[in-house]
Structure formats: C-alpha cells, structure tokens
C-alpha cells in the first residue's frame, strides 16, 4: 500500500539548516512526482516545492526560493528537502505527498488526494 513518512524535523536557530526525508514504500518512487507542503499554526496548508518523474524539474514557492533545494534519491525511495537560511516564518509542520503530473512527468505543485495525509515532521525555528 502507498506509504510516505516523513523525517527529520527539529528545533533550529534563525539562519540554520535541516534536511527532510520522505520516505517511500508500496509503489515506484521513480514513477511519481512528489511535493512538501507546509501547514502553520492557525493556517492553510500551503505547497512548498515540489519535483517531477525520476529526475525531473523541480518547482519552488516564491516564499522559500533561492533558500531550499529538493531531491530524490529514486534508488533509496527517498525525496530530500534541504533547508538552508531558515526563517521564523518556517515554523510548520512539513508534509511531502504525490503530485499532480503536467507534461513530460513535470510536477504541478498540488497534492493527487487530499485525503491520505501522513504525521508530518515538525519544524521549528527560532532563537
């Protein structure tokens, strides 16, 4: 059964860097293009980044381009979101789940279903 988990949340300063993992199990990560949305306290979910088929384009929020770098590692089952410069206004809950597709496997930055949302990973930054 399609399953994504994701990983490495935590606490971090102002200008600091983490790096998510959603992993992957019941289909062919290869095969699907995958995005991070974010959900803050008291706000809607919002797409972050997303990228396409195997090693597709990738597509960034206005809000976190420049600073965040996404990848995946097909052989691994394994989409990485690197977060570099992090800012208070981070601080969410980050989810990672199947996109819809455009041309030629290209991401669009909206989840396939709304409706198999996993736990997340909680990102906190602040001093």
């Known amino acids: 059964q399609l399953q994504l988990v994701e990983s490495g949340g935590g606490l971090v300063q102002p200008g600091g860097s983490l790096r998510l993992s959603c992993a992957a199990s019941?289909?062919?990560?290869?095969?699907?293009?995958i995005g991070w949305f974010r959900q803050a306290p008291g706000k809607e979910r919002q797409g972050v980044s997303c990228?396409?088929?195997?090693?597709?384009?990738?597509v960034y929020s206005v809000s976190v381009q420049g600073r965040f770098v996404i990848s995946r590692d097909n052989q691994k089952s394994t989409v990485y979101l690197h977060m570099n410069g992090l800012k208070p206004e981070d601080t969410a809950v980050y989810y990672c789940?199947?996109?819809?597709?455009?041309?030629?496997?290209?991401?669009?930055?909206?989840?396939?279903?709304?409706?198999?949302w996993g736990q997340g990973t909680q990102v906190t930054v602040s001093s």
């Open positions: 990228i396409g088929m195997s090693d597709g384009i990738t």
């Open positions: 019941g289909f062919t990560l290869e095969n699907s293009a």
């Open positions: 789940a199947p996109t819809k597709r455009a041309v030629q496997g290209m991401c669009i930055m909206t989840p396939a279903r709304q409706d198999n």
